[in-house]
């Protein structure tokens, strides 16, 4: 039964919410022109309030009841459908509802929700502020809530509603013809990559980044709007932090998905989605830093409006960029296009038009600082530093657009055949890494100008000790790599060693700063803690990027096969299973197949699992148990996490030394997507071994069985089988079978062999069934040796049982394995980031937003740290 009342519900409150942003905007707009602080007219601004408030009741109406249809498995709807299955966990479900555009834009909508929630409250306190800066808030909800309307007039549509029924989405559809009632069984499900937890953290924090940006372009837009020129900084600075610390930490997550779920083999592939939003977080950094310069020395205004605007338009341009579909053959995860491009590029040139204008016709009323910046003053290098973050951003920017600049050429009528590099990694490496030593000299000498004498002698004096820690420690680590003690290869490549020194170089400087800081004031040194996690950050990036160690070499002079890339004939091993293969300093072996099982702490061999028509389902075989603890009997039938998914038990034994390890690489085989591999990370202090396979036999093909051969044997025979011997122990009647209904004059015999393999004993127990008058046959595969064992026929008056045995190839994996060394230090250094970051918001905080704050802050002493 089809219901429509709860999509009736959410499209309802869509249009509820367009309409209240559209009121609301226009009431902050009058409530601006009115002068509140001036004339203490406030009716205005009670009704863009009130306005703002059924926005954000109808914003909450709708997020229910996207929710809803994915949760109660509403399949009548596209949307739950293409996104959500019966088995999804509810954290999976949480997933499900930001993997589609709609869903993404709607957590969008919410975040500003909260954020414009947060500005009111506060505007209660500075009134000044809040009807230009909400204003500017309820415009941008506007073109957001109208891209998730779903309003279609003839030929016009105004963006894609969550809320389409299937029958309305897939109009051409026989089954809707016969029965317009039809809902589907069971949706699509989740992609496989995002059913990991990342993704259900991963998104809002990056989308809360994304919201973060608009509160202080805001400002920035209500500075120029009303003319007030200077006061802006103050409120948007800790905004501007708040805005960069979530941007930074979403891309990080992003990062680490990458790394522990994607097989490349790292946690940054310079794809264009990720550059999308790399490019926004540099500008916004650098726009805090010239902000700040500001704050201290009244330079760097009109850069300030620049840098701020510049970033949220980013934001916009990276929304069309991965929304749009035209990135779809540059990019291996950005959105198909849903019709939105056309709204998506009149959003990002409306607000590109607006704040463009604005900024050119308050160009000239913009106060400039008449001071000439010396040298050796902390504000030049502030403006260095903003300068090199925007040109690391531009170079990306550049070559990521190009894609863009081919679709507007051939809009215009012009051909054009600009291609992205054919290395991409090597392209945008190439140009960081140089923008990484930069900025790691600028994190360093920044800051101790920034806090030290600004002159020739104070900062010699300052810079003594870092320098000679930083000479100490560089020397140090190039001696032990060469000697093999950090790393397997040797620091020589010279703008890796340029790096490390200028990244251990930011390290001791801004140790210095925040141990002089120390008997001040601990919140002024959250600048220096934010660079050192910068710097800590780059450190992790050249060793564990620059000095990756591939150890899965292919030694043994063959080809896997010629249909395989060059990559991975090279550089990975062949493991038959259960058959021991020197790697590297590692032996390998893998051990078989394995399963989740819900309620079972780990992994479950396969073969312990006999499968059941519903590929959730199966049943025990034998017990099941992990450690000395039995979770599940034989027969047992035993719920399955994720069918599709296969674990690949690879054991690794240092060859000198005593360490053993076990990972679970995952795979599964995805009729749409191929072979989706998964590592697994065995994490040690100085490196992470990281662990995939490249290639499995298709579960799908049926097995290559050789010719059968039949044995007759009696209990306590002994034959030699593929190589093994196999004992014949016997046979018995047996009164249920697993998947199997027996009726009453019903016969099942099972047998039972033993055989004697290289690790192991194995126990096979064939089945021959005779069901109304007919023989059935139930064969035991041993997938480590490589036997399918068939019990055919019984000779009760002889004693006799006959077996037919085929063989294949045994069970093998390909599989990659490489080193990472010093990871940890990159993942170190962005919580290390964080923190600073937090620390600056809460000094920012402390320093007061409100008029009687700030009076109360001219009475103090200014001091003001870095970002």
């Known amino acids: 039964m089809i219901n429509t009342l709860i999509g009736d519900i959410g499209h309802a409150s869509v249009i509820v919410a367009f309409v209240a942003a559209i009121v609301s905007s226009y009431a902050y707009f009058m409530a601006s022109r009115a002068n509140v602080v001036a004339t203490g007219d406030n009716s205005w601004r009670n009704f863009a309030r009130g306005a703002f408030y059924v926005h954000g009741a ?20 596209y949307y739950a459908w293409s996104h959500s299955s019966n088995h999804l966990p509810v954290h999976y479900m949480i997933s499900c509802f930001w993997e589609g555009q709609e869903g993404s834009f709607l957590l969008w909508i919410f975040w500003h929700v909260l ?19 909400m204003g500017i808030f309820s415009f941008v909800q506007l073109f957001l809530t109208s891209m998730i309307l779903g309003v279609v007039i003839g030929d016009f549509k105004l963006g894609s509603s969550p809320f389409i029924l299937m029958r309305d989405f897939m109009t051409d559809a026989p089954v809707f013809a016969m029965d317009p009632n039809y809902v589907p069984n069971d949706g699509t499900g989740l992609n496989p990559l995002l059913q990991n937890y990342w993704m259900v953290i991963h998104p809002p924090t990056l989308f809360l980044g994304f919201a973060a940006t608009l509160v202080p372009f805001a400002f920035a837009m209500a500075g120029l709007w009303k003319g007030n020129f200077t006061e802006w900084i103050k409120p948007a600075l800790p905004w501007a932090h708040f805005a960069a610390v979530s941007l930074g930490i979403g891309i990080m997550m992003g990062a680490y998905w990458a790394y522990e779920t994607l097989n490349f083999g790292g946690y940054w592939n310079w794809d264009p989605v990720e550059n999308a939003v790399y490019i926004p977080w540099l500008v916004l950094v650098g726009a805090i830093h010239t902000m700040i310069a500001y704050r201290r020395g009244k330079s760097g205004l009109k850069a300030s409006f620049i840098l701020v605007i510049a970033s949220f338009i980013l934001i916009l341009y990276a929304t069309f960029l991965t929304r749009s579909g035209i990135l779809g053959n540059a990019s291996v995860h950005s959105f198909t296009d849903l019709g939105l491009s056309g709204q998506l590029f009149t959003y990002l040139a409306a607000f590109a038009v607006l704040a463009v204008g604005l900024l050119v016709y308050n160009w000239k009323k913009i106060p400039t600082s008449q001071k000439e910046l010396s040298t050796y003053s902390g504000e030049f290098w502030v403006f260095i530093g903003a300068i090199v973050l925007c040109l690391a951003a531009f170079q990306v920017l550049f070559t990521t657009s190009i894609p863009v600049y081919n679709a507007f050429m051939g809009f215009i009528g012009i051909e054009s055949n600009a291609a992205l590099p054919a290395d991409q990694i090597a392209h945008y490496t190439k140009f960081q890494l140089w923008a990484g030593v930069a900025i790691a000299i600028l994190t360093g000498v920044g800051q101790l100008l920034w806090w030290r004498k600004n002159d020739k002698g104070g900062f010699v004096e300052a810079i003594m000790l870092p320098g000679m820690l930083t000479l100490l420690f560089a020397s140090l680590v190039i001696v032990l790599s060469k000697l093999g003690v950090v790393g397997n290869e040797t620091i020589d490549n ?25 008997h001040k004031k601990v919140s002024l040194s959250g600048g220096a803690v934010a660079h050192i996690g910068i710097a800590l950050m780059l450190l992790g990036i050249l060793f564990s990027s620059g000095y990756s160690n591939i150890v899965s070499q292919n030694t043994s002079g063959l080809v896997y096969s010629r249909e395989f890339p060059d990559d991975i004939n090279r550089d990975n091993v062949l493991l038959w299973r259960n058959t021991p293969t020197e790697m590297d300093k590692y032996t390998v072996s893998y051990h078989g197949q394995f399963k989740e099982v819900e309620g079972v702490p780990g992994y479950v061999n396969r073969e312990l699992l006999f499968p059941t028509a519903d590929e959730y389902k199966v049943i025990a075989r034998g017990r099941i148990q992990a450690g000395d603890k039995v979770y599940f009997e034989t027969g047992d039938t035993l719920n399955l996490e994720s069918p599709e998914n296969t674990y690949y038990e690879v054991q690794y034994k240092e060859r000198e030394g005593d360490k053993t390890f076990t990972l679970y690489p995952r795979a599964q085989v995805n009729p749409n997507m191929g072979l989706l591999a998964s590592p697994d990370i065995e994490h040690f202090v100085d490196k992470d071994l990281y662990t995939h396979v490249s290639s499995i036999p298709d579960p799908n093909e049926e097995k290559d069985w050789g010719e059968l051969k039949e044995y007759e044997l009696a209990a306590g025979d002994t034959i030699i089988l593929n190589d093994y011997v196999a004992q014949f122990n016997g046979a018995e009647v047996i009164k249920t079978v697993p998947g199997v209904a027996l009726k009453e004059g019903d016969i099942a015999v099972q047998a039972d062999l033993k055989i004697f393999g290289e690790r192991k004993t ?106």
């Open 58 to 77: 109808a914003v909450l109406v709708v997020i229910f009841a996207l929710f809803n249809i994915i949760y109660e498995h509403r399949y009548e709807y």
């Open 762 to 867: 194995y126990h096979a127990h064939p089945v021959l069934i005779y069901k109304n008058g007919m023989a059935g046959y139930y064969p035991e595969v041993i997938e480590d040796l490589g036997l399918r064992l068939t019990l055919m026929n019984v000779s009760p008056e002889k004693g006799k049982f006959t077996f037919g045995v085929n063989a294949t190839q045994k069970d093998y994996v390909i599989l990659k394995a490489m080193e990472k060394p010093f990871v940890n230090i990159l993942w170190i250094g962005t919580i290390v980031m964080s923190i600073g970051f937090v620390m600056a918001i809460m000094r920012r905080n402390q320093e007061g937003g409100t008029p009687k704050a700030a009076a109360k802050k001219q009475k103090e002493p200014k001091k003001v740290q870095a970002a």
């Open 115 to 133: 954020l414009g929630f947060v500005l009111i409250r506060a505007g209660k306190k500075n009134k000044e502020w809040e009807a230009p800066v």
């Open 494 to 518: 010279p703008i890796y060693i340029i790096l490390l020194v200028t990244s251990l170089f930011a390290v001791f400087a801004n140790m210095s700063i925040i141990l002089n800081l120390l």
